[in-house]
């Protein structure tokens, strides 16, 4: 996880299309939070204790946070974990999972 998560963030940084949401954000302490929250997610221990979705986005959908950011956060967690050698049918599952809390984190 810990891997998977470095390397996520290091493209959504380099990504024009998303990286000026993260511009004021503390990066170590946002890939914690990720790392505890996917792990969660993926039936590991249940570590995460941050806000829910809708909260803690809600800025950042304020700032023009929409369903093209979102695209472009799952495409950049595809490409990660295909690089690390995960299944198709895994990622497939990891994305269908993001999807899913796509209405949340747009306060919808």
């Known amino acids: 996880m810990d891997a998977a998560v470095d390397i996520f963030y ?35 221990p249940a570590h995460y204790t941050g806000r829910d979705m809708r909260t803690s986005h809600a800025r950042l959908v ?17 490409a990660t974990l295909k690089e690390l050698g995960v299944a198709d049918s895994d990622i497939a599952e990891v994305g269908a999972l993001a999807n899913s809390v796509r209405n949340d984190v747009l306060s919808r």
Not at 24 to 32: G, H, L, V
Not at 62 to 78: F, P, Q, T
């Open 10 to 44: 290091r493209k959504v940084l380099g990504d024009a299309r998303i990286s000026s949401f993260f511009d004021d954000i503390d990066m170590e302490r946002q890939a914690a939070k990720q790392k505890a929250f996917l792990t969660m997610v993926m039936g590991g």
């Open 62 to 78: 304020k700032s023009g946070l929409n369903d093209s950011h979102v695209d472009a956060v799952i495409e950049l967690l595809a």
